[in-house]
């Protein structure tokens, strides 16, 4: 049997190496499973919630991790319930997540989580997993599990995660797109140079860092072309990505890439390189240069510097939109599910969520097809 322990934050910051070690080797690790970008989260978003941190040792080897937080919420229906969540499952979309755990050791963890979870029933009323990684083993034993204590567990959406695989060079990549996109990003790229325009990479940072401002700078500016707010709009999730970028996260490195001359950016991507994959995750450009598409010839350049270095992949993470499937046919699927305790209230929350969800689904799917 594995020894639980729901961790203090001294604690948290105790366990950094170990945290780190296991999320490095794990097949399912990756950068939101990192140490740093956990910490990061809870010193930037705690308020209001209590940390849940559980680890689970072998004797004394650290053989499973499960980063969670607590909250007690009222409920658009005036309910009140207390949710288990996973960290950095709000404002900075966390994706891919999992359970850590030593290879051999997933069954247990599971086991003694839900085990848990059952003597700890006045802790909690939901618990809420948001964007786990498919491919995991870990979803069908929690299922499993949960079942056997008396728990019922509900799906409530799937996401679509499209990657690229990358090829050896930039003549098959090319080559792998269609005629009017080759034909497209090569005009574009043209047209840019005479401009002045050519990728710049930023891959070291400061605490005064201006880059990150720049790029938030065009973000925002391309997100106001239709009268929303963008994903920095509040300035803890600035906070969180500026004290991020000077951060050490492992085998992972930021990087920022600007579509730049002497004078201006014009379209910026923040990424992260993971091991051997590039991972996309904001973006940004200027309007008044629409007409020359520069994050369309911005991603392709950065494409293109991931193959230089010899990357395997390049993942779009979370989201369908339509101009990753001009890039890529693959793809991935995260999957949202709820926990929850056999009581009337609970089962009322949950069901009413995803109803609620469906029909804001069912709205934006009529509103895009009007466009």
Wanted: contains cysteine; positive net charge; hydrophobic residues 40%.
């Amino acid at each position: 049997m594995l020894k639980i322990e729901r961790i203090s934050v001294q604690q948290f910051v105790e366990i950094a190496s170990e945290w780190e070690s296991m999320n490095e080797n794990n097949k399912n690790g990756n950068l939101f499973l990192s140490w740093h970008w956990n910490y990061i989260w809870w010193k930037t978003f705690n308020k209001n919630r209590s940390i849940y941190i559980l680890t689970f040792r072998n004797n004394q080897e650290l053989v499973g991790i499960l980063p969670m937080y607590r909250q007690k919420k009222r409920h658009w229906t005036g309910m009140r319930f207390t949710v288990l969540s996973f960290m950095g499952t709000e404002k900075t979309s966390s994706e891919h997540l999992s359970f850590l755990y030593r290879s051999g050791f997933e069954r247990a963890v599971v086991r003694e989580f839900i085990n848990f979870l059952e003597r700890n029933k006045d802790q909690w009323d939901i618990v809420q997993i948001r964007d786990f990684a498919d491919e995991t083993v870990i979803v069908g034993m929690l299922q499993a599990e949960s079942k056997n204590r008396g728990f019922s567990l509900l799906f409530d959406r799937t996401e679509i995660c499209p990657y690229l695989t990358l090829p050896q060079s930039n003549d098959i990549f090319y080559a792998n797109l269609s005629s009017n996109m080759r034909y497209n990003i090569r005009r574009r790229k043209r047209q840019l140079k005479k401009l002045g325009f050519e990728l710049h990479v930023k891959d070291k940072f400061d605490k005064n860092n201006s880059a990150f401002t720049e790029m938030v700078r065009l973000h925002n500016a391309r997100w106001q072309m239709d009268s929303l707010p963008g994903n920095f709009r509040s300035q803890a999730i600035q906070t969180f990505h500026e004290e991020l970028l000077v951060s050490k996260i492992g085998q992972c490195k930021p990087l920022l890439f600007f579509l730049s001359n002497n004078e201006m950016n014009i379209a910026a991507i923040y990424a992260f390189q993971c091991r051997d994959k590039l991972l996309y995750y904001q973006a940004g450009y200027d309007p008044a240069y629409s007409k020359y598409s520069p994050g369309l010839t911005l991603m392709a350049l950065v494409i293109e510097y991931a193959i230089s270095k010899g990357l395997k992949e390049y993942d779009f993470l979370r989201g369908d939109e339509e101009y990753k499937w001009k890039w890529t046919n693959d793809y991935r699927m995260t999957i949202s599910f709820s926990i929850f305790q056999q009581k009337l209230s609970s089962g009322i929350r949950v069901v009413l969520d995803n109803l609620r969800m469906e029909i804001v689904r069912s709205f934006k799917g009529k509103r895009n097809s009007r466009k």
